[in-house]
């Protein structure tokens, strides 16, 4: 593992599993064998600060609430208008 973390501007690339509560995978990139590279500042509030926690080489489970996942779900643009 690393020992850097990434800052809220960095763009990192990751392999991810989503799981609801229940236990049912809804999402991941490691069956594809497909990392993902985003600008952490442009996911949900739940991956940009997690993810930040972390250093390169390091896994997590990292917990995002309902309501950010029926934003990432849904692919709202603009959270502010949107109320669940």
């Known amino acids: 593992t690393g020992t ?3 800052k809220a501007t960095s763009e990192v690339e990751v392999d991810y599993s989503g799981w609801t509560t229940d236990g049912t995978l809804f999402d991941s990139s490691i069956p ?3 990392t993902i590279t985003f ?3 442009g996911v949900i509030k739940g991956w940009t600060e ?3 926690l972390m250093v390169e080489g390091e896994e ?3 917990y995002a609430s309902f309501w ?3 934003v990432l ?3 709202f643009s ?3 208008t949107w109320q669940p």
């Open 78 to 80: 603009d959270i502010q």
């Open 39 to 41: 600008p952490l500042n």
């Open 60 to 62: 997590r489970r990292v």
């Open 4 to 6: 850097t973390k990434p």
């Open 73 to 75: 779900i849904r692919g």
């Open 50 to 52: 997690g993810v930040q």
């Open 32 to 34: 594809r064998g497909e």
């Open 68 to 70: 950010e996942l029926q």
